[in-house]
């Protein structure tokens, strides 16, 4: 008789279970994210009602890879041009939103005597929106092309961006299982310096690199050629020392700039569904029902923390960055909910092992209600902006809308150190990367290899210092006599 590998089984399981629960979603037009929980809770091993997965293992390897792709994906969506695009105002949401639910999450694992671990994570679960639950929503409602609507779609692209650094300060902080000001701050500097590095690489090199293989490029090759610069950057990234899902997302952000950037994403939307339908199935296998009946007051308390922090955070921000306030309310409705990035970051804790049992269910069970309750907020948020009208002081509307023409006009005004910026800015810090880039190469990988075949010698290092000195001549030029 034939041995079937036990991954193959527990797939089987898996996908069998996972179609099943979500075309019963389907038809109740529910979140399909939803259903791969509940039918990873299904075949998990805390509910022996169905077939269990006997290879957990393999099955983790599996999520993992649905994490790259999840971000893979998120990345070819992102692109730098729609950061560019995004204004003030959502930039302003956005950054307001994640400092302040941080701020909650750490202070209120410090009020309830959690790890400083667990406050830290907590925050990171809380701070960042679903894209694919609010995209869902306004599909659905068919609110696209509102003035609000907008203002929530740049406030997740910034948001977005947030993850992924949250996500690398997390990784950095479990390292030290401290709030190290130094270390911080040398994993930011690392990390911003690689990011312009790719940066710069990817905007030059890539679309070149397309543009000749264009004419040689179906659907499969295109495929292939996209998963496997997603890997590589994963690679790449992973040797740098930051997590596999940051060079997915880089990668996915670079090839979005290229003419083939909407192709890329439409034939890796089926890859990348299967893998996070196996990431969102191994969520829900983790959860444990005894741990959510204990921890059911501890749910309750998150979820009306995460609905009402993130509607008085995002509506505040709104308001500052000089909305008007039945814009404010309708954003801070919309983005009251966690999603995609919660499962990310709460399953960074647990793969650190850094985090307590009880978060994970936790951070699941509340993404699951808010994930419920995101289309009702956002149909009821015009009524409810109506019910608040009524009941603040004509006095405080007037301040409100004498506060918000003069932030507005100031918004789109650039001065003098503005205009320097757009000048030169960009330009001497790009420059500025490369010949580090340039220097550091040299240095650490050719330096250490010649040594290593022809021992240390003097005339080694002076000959690889001019020859950076000469490779750099270029750029430095371009930092002290480029054209504004």
């Known amino acids: 008789m034939t041995h079937l590998p036990a991954l193959i089984q527990d797939l089987g399981v898996i996908l069998i279970t996972a179609a099943l629960v979500t075309l ?37 390897v599996w999520a993992e890879m649905g994490v790259i792709f999840l971000l893979f994906g998120l990345g070819l969506e992102f692109s730098f041009k729609k950061l560019a695009q995004v204004g ?7 950054t307001f939103e994640v400092v302040f639910m941080m701020a909650i999450g750490y202070f209120t694992g410090q009020l309830l005597g959690w790890s400083l671990m667990d ?33 929530v779609f740049g406030a997740l692209i910034v948001e977005d961006l947030a993850a992924i650094l949250l996500m690398v300060i997390l990784s950095t902080l479990a390292a030290t299982q401290s709030l190290a ?4 701050l040398t994993t930011s500097a690392k990390l911003g310096f690689f990011m312009i590095l790719w940066f ?35 690679i790449i990234a992973t040797a740098a020392g930051f997590s596999p899902a940051l060079g997915a997302f880089v990668m996915g952000s670079l090839l979005a700039e290229t003419r083939e950037g909407h192709r890329i994403e439409k034939v890796l939307m089926p890859v990348r569904d299967l893998f996070a339908a196996v990431f969102f199935v191994s969520v829900g296998m983790l959860l444990d029902p005894r741990v959510l009946i204990e921890h059911s007051g501890m749910i309750v308390l998150v979820t009306a923390l ?35 990035f919660s499962f990310i970051i709460a399953t960074l804790g647990v793969s650190l092992k850094v985090t307590s049992d009880f978060l994970y269910p936790i951070a699941v069970a509340v993404s699951a209600i808010t994930t419920f309750t995101t289309p009702y907020m956002i149909k009821s948020s015009g009524g409810f902006y109506e019910w608040l009208e009524k009941r ?12 918000e023409a003069p932030v507005k006009r100031r918004g789109g005004e650039t001065g003098p150190f503005g205009l320097l910026w757009k000048a030169y800015g960009m330009t001497i810090i790009l420059n500025t990367v490369v010949v580090i ?38 750029f430095l030029w371009a930092i002290v006599f480029g054209s504004p």
């Not at 929503?137 to 609110?143: K, N, Q, R, W």
């Not at 509506?315 to 983005?335: F, P, Q, Y």
């Not at 050719?446 to 001549?473: K, P, Y």
């Open 200 to 234: 710069v690489l990817g905007i030059y090199l890539l679309p070149a690199f397309m543009a000749r293989v264009r004419h040689l490029l179906t659907d499969e090759t295109a495929l292939v050629i996209s998963i496997g610069l997603c890997l590589l950057m994963v």
């Open 306 to 340: 995460t609905i009402v922090g993130k509607f008085i955070s995002t509506a505040l921000g709104a308001i500052i960055s000089g909305e008007r306030l039945k814009n404010a309310v309708k954003t801070g409705m919309s983005l009251s909910q966690i999603g995609e």
């Open 437 to 474: 880039a340039l220097s550091l190469a040299i240095r650490l990988y050719l330096a250490n290899n010649l040594r290593e075949q022809f021992g240390h010698f003097r005339m080694i290092d002076e000959l690889l210092g001019l020859g950076a000195l000469l490779l750099s001549l270029p």
């Open 88 to 94: 003030r105002s959502a930039s302003i949401i956005a």
């Open 181 to 184: 000001g130094m270390e911080l």
């Open 24 to 60: 019963l979603f389907k038809r109740l037009k529910q979140p399909v994210v939803l259903g791969y929980l509940i039918a990873g809770f299904f075949v998990g091993p805390h509910v022996p009602i169905l077939p269990g997965v006997s290879d957990t293992a393999s099955i983790q």
């Open 119 to 151: 406050g830290l994570f907590l925050g990171g679960i809380l701070a960042i929106s679903s894209t694919t639950i609010i995209v869902r929503a306004f599909d659905e409602l068919g609110l696209k092309g509102k003035q609000f609507v907008t203002l």
């Open 392 to 403: 603040i002081p004509q006095t405080i509307l007037n301040r409100f809308s004498e506060y």
